[in-house]
Nanobody
Framework: QVQLVESGGGLVQPGGSLRLSCAASGFPLKYYAVGWFRQAPGKAREGVSCMNNRDGTTYYAEAVKGRFTISGDDSENSVYLEMKNLEPEDTAVYYC???????????????????????WGTGTLVTVSS
């Protein structure tokens, strides 16, 4: 059983913070690339951040650089996204996903590519509004 479950979303005012969690079961995240993605109504799913556990590198979309931080906890088999200085434009359903094929991990993470990910959670809603 391979499963990813996101949590931590909610309603927050502009300038506020949230910490999203992605808990995995059925496979160890520490061996793979794990990314965060988001999709706003009427828009395509876009990459937010990725952590490639193969070499420890992290990547961020330009829109979130300096505000979001991705991290992991191997003992909890979880990956987190710390979101600060949130803006209304950050409102979206946030998903975590993993790239598990060795031939695709680097590609998927360096590009934060939704199409290259293998497994997905069902999402958690983040709403930034006053």
């Amino acid at each position: 059983q391979v499963q990813l479950v996101e949590s931590g979303g909610g309603l927050v005012q502009p300038g506020g913070s949230l910490r999203l969690s992605c808990a995995a079961s059925g496979f160890p995240l520490k061996y793979y690339a794990v990314g965060w993605f988001r999709q706003a109504p009427g828009k395509a799913r876009e990459g937010v951040s990725c952590m490639n556990n193969r070499d420890g590198t992290t990547y961020y979309a330009e829109a979130v650089k300096g505000r979001f931080t991705i991290s992991g906890d191997d003992s909890e088999n979880s990956v987190y996204l710390e979101m600060k200085n949130l803006e209304p434009e950050d409102t979206a359903v946030y998903y975590c996903a993993a790239a598990t094929r060795p031939t695709r991990q680097d590609y998927a993470c360096s590009r934060i590519s939704p199409t290259a990910m293998d497994y997905w959670g069902t999402g958690t809603l983040v709403t930034v509004s006053s």
